[in-house]
């Protein structure tokens, strides 16, 4: 049985390595990319289980995080929510550059990949069992994966990452201003990364970001700020998974709002969702093909896209908060915040992707 994959990014690199511990041998189509020092992951505890057992091993590379705290400017220096598991890890920030050099080192050493550095060529499409596609531009996205439901959010998300003076560094904290989310990511005891969601179609020059940064911060005592970077926010559902023997994958089915730190989490699921389809017909002597497809997108088509739809409806929340400039939806959200089920139900949710 012959597999491809097709993509440079983090879900290709996870995606090979997890079924070559399939015992599956792999052609990957890969252009090495550039990293962008600035971009944060956020991974739910299960999931770092998950990668550690059945991807690779990354425990060297991540910062736990044991309380999350919420705020939101109508409600000044309250917090809003706050979520913690008794002082135990509810999630982890890993570096993207470096989570990607551990994700190819990996597979360059594994004897069931072969790394071929190029596009793959459409004509090469029939030497193959299966096919699974995460890159954006290659002819199979123009061909069979251009259908999507596209939410532009006329805004841009500003990364960056700060030193500071060192501290115990394990609470990552959200506040939701009247620009757009503002999140400050742990990933050491004296580094911090950023991710400021602001709500305007042009794009805002270094010294307005900084000036925004240094207002709403009460938690570190900045040394550094490295340049901040930029991109524009959209989220995106696939209409059709696959095609024929042809599976789209990664960011190419889903993309979300980063507010929530859910999306490689949601690749993550997906990756085990589609190794444990393929093992159970390598186990039951089953042939790769096109049945591997629809079964994966039955199995998490609906999923993700309530999961997608919720972080939706979340954005657009704190939107109508900031917009009518009143404190009493913040107030009700941190009423029922207060409930333990609630609180409890909602780290699970952000820890499995559901409640069971």
Wanted: hydrophobic share 40%; net charge positive; proline share 1%.
């Amino acid at each position: 049985m012959k597999v491809c994959i097709t993509g440079s990014g983090l879900s290709s690199l996870a995606l090979a390595n997890a079924l070559a511990k399939t015992g599956i041998s792999v052609d990957i189509f890969f252009l090495k990319q550039k990293q962008d020092k600035s971009r944060t992951i956020s991974i739910s505890k299960s999931n770092i289980d998950y990668f550690c057992k059945h991807v690779v091993d990354i425990k060297k590379i991540i910062w736990k995080i044991k309380n999350i705290k919420i705020y939101s400017e109508n409600l000044d220096k309250d917090s809003l929510l706050n979520f913690d598991n008794k002082n135990e890890q509810l999630f982890s920030i890993v570096e993207n550059y470096k989570l990607y050099e551990i994700l190819e080192k990996k597979l360059n050493q594994n004897k069931n990949i072969k790394k071929i550095l190029k596009k793959l060529d459409y004509k090469l499409t029939k030497k193959y069992d299966l096919i699974i596609n995460t890159d954006f531009s290659n002819v199979l996205t123009k061909k069979f994966f251009y259908k999507k439901i596209i939410k532009k959010y006329n805004s841009f998300a500003y990364t960056s990452v700060i030193t500071h003076k060192k501290i115990s560094n394990t609470i990552a904290r959200q506040i939701f201003t009247k620009k757009g989310p503002l999140a400050f990511l742990p990933i050491s005891s004296y580094r911090t990364s950023i991710v400021y969601s602001i709500n305007q179609k042009t794009e805002i020059n270094q010294e307005i970001l900084l000036s925004l940064l240094n207002s709403y911060n009460n938690f570190y005592q900045i040394k550094r700020v490295e340049k901040f970077k930029s991109f524009s926010l959209m989220s995106i559902n696939l209409r059709n998974y696959y095609h024929k023997n042809i599976l789209a994958f990664g960011d190419l089915i889903h993309r979300v709002h980063p507010l929530a730190g859910q999306g490689f989490n949601m690749t993550i699921r997906d990756i085990q969702e589609l190794t444990n389809i393929i093992r159970s017909k390598i186990e039951l002597g089953l042939q790769l093909d096109t049945s591997v497809n629809s079964e994966f997108e039955k199995k998490t088509k609906s999923r993700n896209v309530i999961f997608s739809d919720g972080i939706d409806l979340i954005h657009e929340f704190f939107n109508l908060d900031n917009k009518i400039n009143k404190n009493v939806l913040s107030k009700s959200v941190k009423f029922f915040g207060k409930n333990s089920f609630i609180n409890k139900s909602l780290i699970k949710i952000a820890d499995n992707g559901n409640l069971f």
